[in-house]
């Protein structure tokens, strides 16, 4: 798969998922949206049924005798006794109270205003809260009777209400949200006139209601959302992943099958000529000839070898003999061994041996190997001559090995990769640098195998240093 179809790809999914987002999010704030229309009409159904009692119980003779001749209002401000001939004890009782009723109909209907001094805040306030409950709403809530003559609240949550200088109701905290509240129905209002006042409630947690009434929904709807973008998220990353590992696999391959081919072509062109009848006359040449093949041969076995224990180490296929080794030992025999080389190129390799305590228990073959690797990629990526340094120290419970040269060094992002299967520094200006990109991939495993540590310090152009750390006294896992 190349990478414009993997661009498509996560192009196309990307734009999927938001849709999907989008369409969920809509359908939920639709749901909140008929939720409330719901409650509201709920709301408004029950305050109108409270404000039917309100005026059934204004238009009660009791309720307008008790009004009369108590209230500010000069309308009001009559004598009771025009009213007791009206209301002869001659007229039956049926009569009488249609006559009272008439009366105090009448009475509100010419000055409503009057009327809402009628209202009792006890019997307001257990009215609603039996009407909303009828509608199955539980919330706490704030309620008030708003009059439209003194533009304030004349009763708030049951209890009446007395301003204070020029300080009214509705400036305060809890009135402000009864004013601005969507909830009201007109008291005593008829065709033709100005409604007295209004009926008001609020509820504060009205929103955190509405979205309760979602909540299973927007749960499962964000739970699957995420769901489905980890698996976007991981098939991508999958995508990537195998990408890489396949780039790296065909590199691998065409450096196994260039390091392959040098040596069976020497062996090839070492076996042919033993085969010349001049080469057959003269035992010297056949000696050489055959420790060609055989040198090569050697060298062919150990890129085998390497191939074959990375494959053990992935698999946790192998054993580790563990022995009481010296670090110092281990690193003065590698030293010496890449020696060597080094002056070939006319470049020096120095050990500062400043661990006390440098005994360790581990497998000797397998440490001896990673002193080498890392020897020899400090040779390898090397433009100049080689400079190396090592240095062990004592550490907290165990000995550090410092390995510094002064070579190409990594960028960051090599830093992340270095130790990956596979992977290979770019070499820049060197165009020889050999190998499978196996060696710090086999140098991590064989540390972690000893319940060692490694990390890498390097600048580009300044070189390398890598940290191994040991510990001593602790026996490692087989």
Not at 99 to 117: D, R
Not at 176 to 204: C, I, T, W, Y
Not at 250 to 255: K, L, R
Request: with cysteine.
């Amino acid at each position: 798969m190349n990478k414009r179809t993997i661009q498509i790809i996560m192009i196309l999914m990307s734009v999927a998922l938001m849709g999907i987002s989008m369409i969920q999010f809509y359908w939920l704030k639709k749901g909140i949206d008929l939720n409330a229309l719901n409650f509201n009409d709920r709301v408004i159904l029950a305050l109108n049924r409270v404000k039917q009692n309100i005026e059934d119980k204004a238009s009660q003779w009791e309720n307008f005798n008790k009004t009369l001749n108590t209230n500010d209002n000069s309308f009001f401000k009559v004598d009771k006794d025009p009213l007791e001939k009206i209301l002869t004890p001659s007229l039956s009782e049926y009569m009488r109270e249609q006559l009272q009723a008439q009366i105090a109909n009448t009475a509100w209907l010419i000055k409503p205003e009057v009327a809402l001094q009628s209202i009792s805040g006890s019997d307001l306030k257990r009215d609603l809260r039996i009407e909303l409950e009828n509608q199955g709403i539980k919330l706490d809530y704030d309620f008030g009777v708003f009059s439209n003559e003194i533009n304030d609240f004349i009763l708030t949550n049951g209890n009446y209400n007395v301003n204070i200088g020029e300080t009214q109701m509705s400036d305060m905290g809890m009135a402000k949200n009864l004013v601005k509240s969507m909830h009201q129905v007109n008291l005593f209002d008829s065709e033709g006139s100005e409604p007295a006042g209004s009926l008001r409630v609020f509820f504060p947690k009205k929103t955190s209601f509405l979205i309760k009434s979602i909540l299973p929904a927007l749960i499962s709807s964000i739970l699957l959302t995420g769901l489905i973008l980890f698996c976007f998220v991981y098939t991508i990353n999958v995508i990537l992943t195998q990408k890489k590992v396949s780039l790296m696999k065909t590199d691998f391959i065409n450096n196994m099958t260039h390091e392959f081919k040098t040596p069976i072509a020497t062996i090839s062109l070492a076996a042919d000529s033993i085969n010349n009848p001049m080469v057959k006359s003269k035992p010297d040449m056949i000696e050489r000839y055959a420790d060609i093949i055989k040198q090569e041969n050697r060298r062919m076995l150990n890129q085998v070898e390497k191939v074959l224990q990375i494959a053990r180490l992935d698999k946790k296929d192998f054993q580790l003999k563990i022995v009481s080794l010296n670090l110092n030992d281990l690193v003065n025999t590698a030293m010496e061994n890449s020696r060597l080389r080094i002056n070939k190129r006319g470049g020096h390799i120095n050990a500062y041996l400043k661990s006390n305590r440098a005994n360790i228990y581990g497998d000797e073959n397998h440490i001896s190997n990673v002193l080498h690797n890392l020897i020899d990629n400090a040779i390898k990526y090397s433009e100049r001559a080689p400079e190396i340094e090592i240095e062990t120290s004592d550490a907290k419970n165990g000995v550090e090995v410092a390995i510094s040269d002064r070579g190409i060094g990594m960028s960051k992002d090599d830093l992340k990769k270095i130790f990956e299967k596979f992977y290979r520094v770019s070499t820049g200006n060197l165009h020889d640098v050999k190998g499978f990109g196996l060696g710090l991939s086999y140098v991590k495993a064989i540390v972690d195998a000893h319940k060692g540590k490694i990390s890498v310090e390097s600048e580009q152009g300044k070189g390398s240093t890598f940290r191994l750390f040991f510990p001593n006294g602790i026996t490692p896992s087989k």
